[in-house]
């Protein structure tokens, strides 16, 4: 069965840390990855997404995930977290078989001055 | 261009009233969407529809309708509101299935 999991709940970093968010996916076919964020009380908002070609894909807002297969991941990556960065993020798996997105459960972001 | 929006933002219904939400979208695009946001739970796909006219089931279909009569809008319904329907609602919409998602501010609803 397809799915989308992102183990991390919760995450506090200081502001100019890096930051890995994990996305881990269960699906036979290629791929269509997304993640989105959402600010408190409003609607979601693409970061970036892969289909194919390049596994390393950059977004806006200075973050970029890394598709790998062998993994069945595609975490997500900021060098330098910003205090405008705190949010909820989702991973997301589009699933050309059924036509629809899965998406991950979020992984909320904190972030310390 | 005012992208996805909802109306209304706020409501509390008591058990066993109807309600209607509202999406609009002024992109054009053909596929419409209604998701329910939970807490732990994240996204999870009410109904959907491909076009005018047309609408499938989603995840969590049970207790909700909706209709598609004109293109940029998507109505979802509650016919006999539970309080297991309190929840943060929200409406987007795509191109085409693959692409990018765009996602109104969402409606949070509470039954009492």
């Known amino acids: 069965a397809q799915s989308v999991t992102q183990p991390d709940i919760h995450i506090t970093v200081s502001e100019g840390a890096s930051l890995e968010l994990r996305c881990n996916y269960s699906y036979g076919a290629t791929p269509y990855l997304f993640w989105y964020v959402q600010s408190p009380g409003q609607g979601l908002q693409l970061l970036l997404k892969y289909f194919s070609g390049d596994t390393l894909v950059q977004g806006i807002k200075g973050f970029e995930a890394e598709f790998k297969r062998s993994q069945s991941s595609f975490n997500l990556r900021k060098p330098s977290v910003h205090w405008s960065d705190a949010a909820e993020y989702f991973c997301?798996?589009?699933?050309?078989?059924?036509?629809?997105?899965?998406f991950g459960t979020g992984t909320r972001l904190k972030v310390l001055a | 261009n005012a992208g996805v929006t909802q109306t209304p933002k706020f409501r509390v219904l008591k058990t066993g009233q109807s309600m209607t939400l509202l999406c609009a979208q002024d992109?054009?695009?053909?596929?419409m969407y209604w998701y329910r946001q939970d807490p732990g739970m994240g996204l999870r796909l009410i109904h959907y529809s491909v076009g005018e006219g047309t609408t499938a089931k989603g995840e969590v279909p049970d207790g909700y309708n909706v209709s598609r009569l004109k293109k940029q809008n998507f109505l979802l319904g509650l016919e006999s509101a539970a309080p297991s329907q309190t929840s943060v609602y929200f409406c987007a919409s795509s191109l085409r299935p693959d692409n990018e998602q765009f996602f109104g501010p969402g409606t949070r609803l509470t039954v009492l």
């Open positions: 997301a798996l589009f699933t050309s078989g059924t036509y629809k997105y899965i």
């Open positions: 992109m054009n695009h053909e596929y």
